[in-house]
């Protein structure tokens, strides 16, 4: 069985960098074909796709978060991490980590129970 952890702080001041830690247990996130996201909801909205990075460590973002994203990982802890750089209290929402499938192409099969980010002075 496939778990995610997200953690990382739970205030953040505005201008700050953001660093989010998603510890996957159960598979390897260099396992061939799975790609694993990050993915926000801020309150009273949809979800929100910020960014990815495969199975071989590629990356992409959402061109909405204006190239503060970025993602990396660990492969000795197994674990991937989101920066997001000069956070505004837009970015305040329920950060989550997923696992992707199919190159990507799949559904989410896993997530992890998400955790809550508020941007705040």
């Known amino acids: 069985q496939v778990q995610l952890q997200e953690s990382g702080p739970g205030l953040v001041k505005p201008s700050q960098t953001l660093s989010l830690t998603c510890t996957v247990s159960?598979?390897?996130?260099?396992?061939?074909?799975?790609?694993w996201s990050w993915i926000r909801q801020p309150p009273g909205k949809g979800l929100e796709w910020m960014g990815v990075?495969?199975?071989?460590?590629?990356?992409s973002y959402s061109p909405s978060l204006k190239s503060r994203a970025s993602i990396s990982r660990d492969t000795s802890k197994n674990q991937f991490t989101l920066q997001l750089s000069s956070v505004t209290p837009e970015d305040t929402a329920m950060y989550y980590c997923v696992r992707a499938p199919d190159y990507g192409l799949g559904p989410y099969d896993y997530w992890g129970q998400g955790t809550q980010v508020t941007v705040s002075s």
């Open positions: 159960g598979g390897s996130i260099t396992t061939t074909y799975y790609y």
């Open positions: 990075i495969s199975y071989r460590g590629s990356t």
